[in-house]
T-cell receptor
Framework: GAVVSQHPSWVICKSGTSVKIECRSL??????MFWYRQFPKQSLMLMAT?????????EQGVEKDKFLINHASLTLSTLTVTSAHPEDSSFYIC???????????FGQGTRLTVV | GESVGLHLPTLSVQEGDNSIINCAYS??????FIWYKQESGKGPQFIID?????DKRQGQRVTVLLNKTVKHLSLQIAATQPGDSAVYFC?????????FGKGTMLLVSP
């Protein structure tokens, strides 16, 4: 149990376009979902925390108008990278928790390449 | 929290050796720690966790040691196998969020 799935696994988009990444909890309801970004050979950096039905909480330095997060249901959160630029190319990873403060389960990640 | 490094430390071992991966954490108030394994192109996988009221916890082939005095964690992997090759991260858990350490790449040669 506790499977988190991201879609797509990889995406290539043109500079200036927007791209949406989905994070789904397949066999549990996730009150809280987290979005991370990971550059090559670096650690995971938390971008934002989203709670179902409310606005996401963004970490310092993360532009909320560029990285739109929607957590409209207990099994789905989406991250939309708007007006993507090559420097947004990265590995984006989500995780989901059944309740605030409980164990988080990770998705397999999405490789975004902006050309 | 932890600063993010610009390079990944690497530990190279032979198959069958024991591996020890170290991690320093910054928040002395942290009371829960997790080790994750991340294979190339995949998300992190939970390996083992430890609470601050313990100094050692053992799993299958893995042991985590916690030294709160010097804010240091280690992950010991016994009889390392090629399938253990991956990047290993420690993470501190706050109330709801995780702060990841820099990571160590483990390379196991046959």
């Amino acid at each position: 149990g506790a499977v988190v799935s991201q879609h797509p696994s990889w995406v290539i988009c043109k500079s200036g376009t927007s791209v949406k990444i989905e994070c789904r909890s397949l066999d549990f309801q996730a009150t809280t979902m987290f979005w991370y970004r990971q550059f090559p050979k670096q650690s995971l950096m938390l971008m934002a925390t989203s709670n179902e039905g409310s606005k996401a909480t963004y970490e310092q330095g993360v532009e909320k108008d560029k990285f739109l997060i929607n957590h409209a249901s207990l099994t789905l959160s989406t991250l939309t990278v708007t007006s993507a630029h090559p420097e947004d190319s990265s590995f984006y990873i989500c995780s989901a928790s059944k309740q605030v403060g409980t164990e988080a389960f990770f998705g397999q990640g999405t490789r975004l390449t902006v050309v | 929290g932890e600063s993010v490094g610009l390079h990944l430390p690497t530990l190279s071992v032979q198959e069958g050796d024991n591996s020890i991966i170290n991690c320093a954490y910054s928040n002395s108030a942290s009371d829960y720690f997790i080790w994750y394994k991340q294979e190339s192109g995949k998300g992190p996988q939970f390996i083992i966790d430890i609470r601050s009221n313990m100094d050692k916890r053992q799993g299958q082939r893995v042991t985590v040691l916690l030294n709160k005095t010097v804010k240091h964690l280690s992950l010991q992997i016994a009889a390392t196998q090629p399938g253990d090759s991956a990047v290993y991260f420690c993470a501190e858990k706050g109330y709801s969020t995780l702060t990841f350490g820099k990571g160590t790449m483990l390379l196991v040669s046959p």
